[in-house]
């Protein structure tokens, strides 16, 4: 290609990206208001609308009258009609898969619970290549293209490695080459976050935890992903309670994992799984209750820690500690305030996740959406679908 | 004014803080060499230049020829002999002053060495101005006009209060109102950290620790420090290391301030200073080598935590722990290593500062050099000198 031709490619991409930016910040809105804000010309406006028209990802409508004697004209939204994103998630017991569309909305979900620390990786790829399958069918039968997907996986992975999960027994896993689909793979912790900030409706300044059997973290500061010198921050299982105490699978000692972790809340409180805890609890069961003050006083401690050491806004509690909430809230709050109110003027307030363990696969799939709409150019004229 | 004349000043305050932020990057250069770099006309540039000249803010010298033809012209460089920047540091045993120029040279240190905790804010601060007064008196001899002053106090600072300084024995003081002239009250932590970036000469991605009687961090990712939400970020001392250890002056309980921080290490090994301590450590002392291994250790529970959650690329041992460096970097290592070692690729490696407890007095000062070669406009025409 010529230089002016790529000069061109690269204008007409970040022009595509402005267009549709504004569209989604302030639509349904005129060719003409967009012109207007974007300070480009209308022909370009109309153009890159015609470009956007034609990959479903804006849509026309009648636009509201401009003053009285305006002519009704049309105006642009988003269109959740055609693009589509997956989002994949790997934990000890679950795989799941959702399918969101380019306005966000969650257009498919499904989880099927399964033991994925008894089998090996490829086994356990398989299995979510087949969910994912699916899900993009059932996607195509609804009119939507699925363009891209995220797979969340609990452990920290660097550079598309996940270095180690060790509550799935694998070490050194490159996940995404054991699926025959392109697919980002990132921490579980991390995309739950995200699915936190974009569907949870909360602001944009929080920690949010994602119990599992693991306990991750993920902080949002000013809407933006706290992400640290290697993508490896927010592991909060492994922030240590008790120096001295029992060994963990990480191969220190005494981490909060082992104390608020899904197992050790399990094995306290004699139920067999969350739902069967709840029941208790709702009960008033003395072990079940005894083992949520117990998870969160050592959540409490670890958080303290957290709120010293990374300043969040708020505390969202999310995964298995949604649905514990109404039990696990007060030790939580109780331990971080004796903690921490005299050194601040307030203590972060506590909050449960709307989302609960659902986060990290929405926010897989959202953050496909958000790159296509920070970059629509890759995928015009017409959106092109994962082959698979 | 009108418009006009604001769209014009803010125009002509962009082009400076774009002129002198390129001098700064690859000065010596030229007025041509700058045109072309900026895209700004000849004629803007010779004009900021000019002005720039005039406050004493850059300086001519010979240009290299530009070939063999060219004719000898003359290359504009940062200059350090009039705008400096006066920073301060109270801690709990000492006051000290640094004045640094421009070009972040240190052309003058003074610390005196007093107890602050047995005395009100107010005694203090009588005793820092008249330490800043002499401190600017004898920068003013040596031709240079101090444009502003930083203070690092030892807790939690936001919006201008220190919230609290235990090891003081400080609560909601507004330090800045105490002084007879304008000064940024900022936590030394955080200016520790920003002078080790731009004083140190390490990488760009580092937690610094600053251990004085308390214990501070500050996170540098991608040469910016991170803040957290309110400001508050890297309260290192007040991790929790033993949740049911000895009472803390924050109120919590078992944080590392009680195991690692100045006054337990000098109870521990019954030095009466780190200086004396230092000296029963080169003589192989066994309570001196015992208090500085549990303290080690102790940091080392608190780092695996912050690293857990932070995500640091290296870390900085400074203030006090960098004159026990030898002695407490090998026990802080092992800690580290033995926990963090199972869920990473590489655990953050151990470095000194090479500041010690000179880096938040530094920063402080770096930090109005930093903000005035951003944004130079209002210093001209002649950098005007705090008013003291």
């Given at each position: 290609m010529t230089t002016q031709a790529v000069r061109h490619d690269a204008m007409r991409a970040r022009n595509l990206a402005v267009v549709l930016g504004e569209v989604r910040r302030s639509g349904p809105v005129t060719r003409a208001a967009l012109a207007e804000?974007?300070?480009?010309?209308?022909?370009?406006?109309?153009?890159?609308?015609?470009?956007?028209?034609?990959?479903?990802?804006?849509?026309?409508?009648?636009?509201?009258?401009?003053?009285?004697?305006?002519?009704?004209?049309?105006?642009?939204?988003?269109?959740?009609?055609?693009?589509?994103?997956?989002?994949?998630?790997?934990?000890?017991?679950?795989l799941s898969a959702c399918v969101a569309d380019l306005t966000l909305a969650v257009r498919l979900r499904c989880a099927q619970a399964v033991d994925n620390r008894s089998?090996?990786?490829?086994?356990?790829?398989?299995?979510?290549?087949?969910?994912?399958?699916?899900?993009?069918d059932e996607a195509r039968t609804a009119g939507l293209s699925v363009v891209g997907s995220t797979?969340?996986?609990?452990?920290?992975?660097?550079?598309?490695?996940?270095?180690?999960?060790?509550n799935l027994g694998w070490r050194g896993v490159r996940a995404g080459d054991l699926l025959d689909f392109p697919v980002t793979v990132e921490n579980e912790a991390n995309l739950a976050a995200l699915g936190e900030l974009w569907f949870g409706g909360g602001p944009d300044d929080f920690l949010h935890v994602s119990g599992e059997t693991g306990i991750g973290a993920g902080l949002v500061v000013g809407g933006e992903l706290f992400r640290g010198a290697h993508g490896l921050a927010g592991e909060l299982g492994h922030?240590?309670?008790?120096?001295?105490?029992?060994?963990?699978?990480?191969?220190?000692?005494?981490?909060?994992?082992?104390?608020?972790?899904?197992?050790?809340?399990?094995?306290?409180?004699?139920?067999?799984?969350?739902?069967?805890?709840?029941?208790?609890?709702?009960?008033?069961?003395?072990?079940?209750?005894?083992?949520?003050?117990?998870?969160?006083?050592?959540?409490?401690?670890?958080?303290?820690?957290?709120?010293?050491?990374?300043?969040?806004?708020?505390?969202?509690?999310?995964?298995?500690?949604?649905?514990?909430?109404?039990w696990i809230a007060g030790p939580v709050r109780e331990a971080m305030s004796t903690r921490l109110a005299g050194m601040r003027r307030s203590v972060p307030e506590l909050a449960v996740s709307r989302l609960g363990g659902d986060a990290a696969t929405l926010g897989g799939a959202g953050r496909v959406i958000h790159r296509v709409i920070a970059d629509p150019a890759p995928h015009l004229p017409t959106a092109r679908p994962l082959t698979l």
């Open positions: 804000i974007t300070g480009l010309t209308k022909t370009t406006v109309s153009k890159m609308v015609g470009d956007l028209l034609e990959a479903g990802m804006v849509a026309e409508s009648a636009a509201p009258r401009d003053g009285e004697r305006g002519r009704p004209g049309t105006a642009v939204s988003l269109s959740g009609d055609r693009v589509a994103a997956l989002g994949l998630e790997i934990t000890a017991g679950h089998r090996p990786p490829v086994e356990t790829m398989a299995h979510l290549q087949e969910l994912a399958h699916r899900a993009v797979l969340a996986v609990p452990g920290p992975v660097d550079g598309g490695l996940l270095h180690t999960a060790p922030v240590v309670v008790f120096p001295d105490g029992p060994d963990c699978r990480c191969g220190g000692r005494g981490c909060l994992e082992r104390y608020a972790g899904q197992e050790a809340l399990l094995r306290a409180s004699g139920a067999a799984g969350v739902p069967e805890l709840t029941e208790r609890l709702r009960a008033g069961e003395a072990d079940a209750l005894r083992a949520c003050e117990r998870a969160g006083w050592a959540l409490g401690v670890a958080l303290t820690s957290a709120v010293n050491l990374m300043d969040p806004g708020t505390v969202v509690l999310g995964g298995i500690f949604a649905p514990l909430f109404e």
